[in-house]
């Protein structure tokens, strides 16, 4: 009996500590879960923190193009506002010339007509003054080379003592804004003369000592 009493007890303790165990395992199975269910969330929360910063990026990349492209877009516009207003003033600029021209051929010995053409002049020269500040420049190329690129030929003048496509003589002024010639200089352009010699390599066209006339081709000092 007294062993079987024994056994019975030692029995009873095994059934309940195989309960215990039991509910440690299922604690430690459902902490597990819970466990593995935050790491997912953290491991979500990461990504979707990652994809936000991405966006992020994206969206301030976009912003900065905007702001930049709109910048340039207020710019070219600006600039195509002033090469318009400085074209419709050329023709006003090529009216005072012709007119100062046509007066100072007639004006010698009259004083008032003198003081005419020199008023002329000076508002003239107060406009391209203000339109130099602007960036507007002046292309008069009387004895320079002939550039299709900036000049419009209108006329050719047969010249053998000056090397061949030289600007003769120039009708109308051209004028370059910021770098863009926004009108040609009309001109007349020689033939009949040597060819212009090519410059030498790294070395400025102007730097050569070209000028309108070319080398009489006698070799004497006159």
Known sequence: MVEAAKRAGEKAAADELKVDVEKVRAERDDLQRKLDGVEREIADAKKEASESADRLVRLQADWDNYRRRTAQERLDE???????????????????????????????????LEQFVKGIDAVHDKMLSILGKEGVEVIDPKGEPFDPLVHQAVGREENKDAYDETVAQVYQRG????????????????????????????????????????????????
Do not use: C, F
């Not at 090529?94 to 051929?105: F, I």
């Open 175 to 222: 004028y370059r804004m910021g770098g863009k010639v926004i009108r040609n200089a009309m001109v007349t352009v020689t033939y009949g003369g040597p060819k212009r010699p090519q410059p030498e390599e790294g070395k400025d066209a102007s730097d050569g000592g070209d000028s309108e006339k070319a080398p009489s081709g006698d070799g004497d000092a006159k």
């Open 78 to 112: 600006r600039e195509r506002a002033a090469e318009k207003l400085v074209t419709n003033l050329l023709p006003v600029l090529d009216d005072m010339e012709r007119a100062t021209e046509h007066a100072a051929k007639g004006a010698e010995g009259d004083e008032n």
